[in-house]
C-alpha cells in the first residue's frame, strides 16, 4: 500500500525544524566536516546533485561563506509521491582562525563533496623553543651571604 500523508514524516519534518543545530543537526542540506591536517584546516561540506557551476564560495574578513543550489527535476510525466531530498539554495557561513593565509586558500570538487583547504600561516604555526639551563654564578669568598642563603 502506497501511503501519501505520514504524519511520522511530517512530525519528522517540524522537529528537524525546531531542534537543527542545537543537538549539531543540520537539516539545510549541506552537512560538513572541519579538520586541522598539520600546517592547514579543511572544511568539507556534503553536496550531492549539486552543479559545480552553481557554487558561490567567498572568504572575507576570515568568514567562509558558501552558497550552492541544487533543484532536482522529476521525470517528465511523472507523479511525485514522497520527495524528501531538499533542493533550492542553500547557504552555509562559518568563522576561520585568525592564524589562516587566507591568499593561499583553495577549493576542489569531487563526487558531490566541495573540500575548501586554508594554509595556517607560517607565523602561527607551533615551534619548539629550546630551554637552556641557567649557569650556576660561583660565590667568591669576600662578598656578603643573600638573605635567605646560608653561609
Known sequence: MLVRFDPFRVFDELSRGVFDGALGITGNGMPMDLVRIG?????????????????????????????AERHLQPVE???????????????????LPDDVDLDRAAARYDHGVLTVSVPVSESAQRRRIEVKPSEPKALTTGEPAKEGVAA
Do not use: H, M
Not at 600546517?39 to 574578513?61: A, C, K, N, Q, Y
Open 77 to 95: 510525466g511523472a507523479e511525485v509521491i514522497i520527495r524528501e531530498r531538499p533542493q533550492g539554495s542553500f547557504t552555509r557561513s562559518l568563522y
Open 39 to 67: 600546517d592547514r584546516i579543511e572544511v568539507s561540506f556534503d553536496l550531492p546533485g549539486v552543479d559545480p557551476d552553481s557554487v558561490e564560495l567567498t572568504i572575507r574578513r576570515n568568514v567562509l561563506a558558501l552558497k
